[in-house]
């Protein structure tokens, strides 16, 4: 493995070598702006830099230092890369939103620093904008996963997502993506700091008429001593929390509803059992009839906000 030092005598001549992406129909190197979020990840922009600056001459290639301690920013300025370094760590999302606002091309490609991303990939991505498609995300294979945990609960998220937004949701938290520019920038102040930024963009995106596609990739392993900055339950809860998050804002009724609906089933199930037994109407089923109409009668309202509020969105665009 090339350490930082050993990379950057040799980037000049890998540079050189591979011939850039061949586009046609799809986005040419002088329109793709490169966004990586780090954050003491010297040693996975070791492997990614070089391979970025050979296969893409002509892009913007930015790196969003996320409060490094290590020689992230060193290392990325010695390789002549814009470099966007915040004092501090404020997290992922964070970060991800600092690069965003320096990308001046008019189409943004994420990618993580830690080495899982190969830079080879970027190509098939940029080939199915060629269809029409707004942002085309890198779907993980279940092997790519960090663990068998983290597996089954992105695999859960993906269904619940999938739901929620009405489309096929193949891989709700990959960082590995490309979108444009204008679009991205729409939901700026939607995207949290921490590690569910990709959930509020795919969500947000599909709530707004966006096309997207997904494209299978297969990931690498993370260069050693560069473990996951992301905590499996902590974060697990916050992804959770995001989607529901996102389904009031986009499809209220879609959770409003259902919980609706449980209420009044409820009501009813206790108003037999209490007509059965004591031959009477009870207040708790008041109560549960109540709940549900009132949670129904929310989930309607925020649904006409919604959708006002995308009416403005488009009209302003």
Not at 154 to 181: C, E, I, Q
């Amino acid at each position: 493995m090339l350490n930082p030092s050993e990379t950057m005598s040799r980037t000049a001549a890998a540079a050189s070598g591979p011939k850039p992406v061949a586009s046609r129909g799809i986005p040419g190197l002088h329109e793709l702006s490169v966004v990586i979020p780090a954050r003491n990840e010297a040693e996975g922009l070791a492997r990614l830099l070089p391979e970025l600056l050979a296969k893409l001459p002509g892009a913007e290639i930015i790196v969003s230092d996320d409060g490094s301690t290590d020689q992230t920013v060193a290392f990325a300025r010695g390789l002549g890369v814009q470099v966007v370094h915040r004092p501090y760590g404020s997290g992922n999302g964070a970060a991800i939103k600092a690069g965003a606002r320096s990308a001046s091309r008019e189409w943004i490609v994420f990618m993580d620093g830690d080495g899982q991303h190969r830079a080879e990939d970027i190509e098939r991505l940029l080939a199915r904008l060629g269809e029409g498609y707004e942002m085309v995300v890198g779907a993980r294979s279940a092997g790519g996963q960090a663990s068998r945990h983290r597996g089954l609960a992105n695999a859960f998220y993906n269904r619940l997502a999938t739901w929620m937004v009405g489309h096929p949701v193949k891989d709700l938290t990959s960082g590995f993506r490309v979108v444009r520019r204008k679009r991205f920038k729409e939901f700026l102040h939607l995207l949290p700091n921490g590690f569910s930024y990709p959930t509020t963009c795919t969500m947000a995106f599909f709530r707004a008429g966006y096309s997207v596609a997904y494209e299978p990739i297969d990931v690498q392993q993370r260069i050693k001593g560069t473990s996951s900055h992301v905590k499996i339950m902590r974060d697990g809860v916050r992804f959770l929390l995001i989607i529901f998050k996102i389904g009031t804002l986009y499809s209220p009724l879609k959770l409003f509803a259902p919980i609706a609906a449980g209420f009044f089933c409820t009501g009813v199930g206790y108003y037999l059992y209490t007509f059965l037994t004591q031959h009477r109407f009870t207040n708790m089923s008041v109560l549960l009839f109540s709940a549900a109409v009132i949670v129904f009668l929310i989930g309607l309202i925020s649904e006409q906000i919604t959708a006002l509020m995308y009416g403005n969105q488009n009209s302003d665009s």
